[in-house]
């Protein structure tokens, strides 16, 4: 037995990760998640995260299939319009700034510490997948924007003929 298997499979029998966690068949780099129907890294890591990851969260309470508890339960949303425009401001942040997307993994969660009375600060979650996500869509709704302007609006061309 391969040693990333033998880890695999002592992370199935652990107690925390039953009874939503199975292996995937043919391949010990990656584990099932049953309650959110998701292929997902072996890492332990990834595991975990994925744990308290809201999709997770969501798919449990829909599922019924295990009661999730959490150690530090966020507090409630003030509105989900508002922490949805901070993630997207979040996000075109990120972008304009050529910053890295692994930078989100650790700023949201600077950003909770630094102001913990704000509610929006608080309900806030993004870590590189999504901001790398989000950031494609944006990506996409402003090259749309521009390609409809450009033809439904008339401009002009100016081309200097300057030679050097």
């Known amino acids: 037995m391969a040693p990333k298997t033998k880890f695999l499979q002592d992370w199935l029998l652990n107690q925390e990760f039953q009874p939503w966690l199975s292996q995937v068949e043919g391949d010990t780099t990656k584990a099932f998640c049953n309650a959110y129907k998701r292929t997902l890294g072996a890492e332990i890591t990834s595991i975990k995260r994925h744990k308290t990851s809201q999709h997770y969260i969501v798919a449990c309470r829909e599922s019924n299939q295990q009661k999730v508890q959490l150690d530090n339960p966020p507090p409630p949303a003030p509105g989900g319009h508002v ?82």
Request: overall charge neutral.
């Open 83 to 164: 922490v949805a425009m901070a993630t997207i401001f979040f996000a075109c942040f990120i972008a304009e700034h050529n910053l890295p997307f692994t930078t989100a993994d650790h700023l949201i969660d600077l950003m909770k510490v630094m102001f913990p009375d704000s509610q929006i600060a608080q309900s806030m979650f993004m870590k590189r997948s999504k901001c790398t996500e989000a950031v494609k869509v944006i990506g996409k709704c402003a090259i749309n924007d521009t390609l409809h302007k450009l033809k439904t609006n008339h401009f002009f061309i100016i081309i200097d003929e300057i030679m050097h």
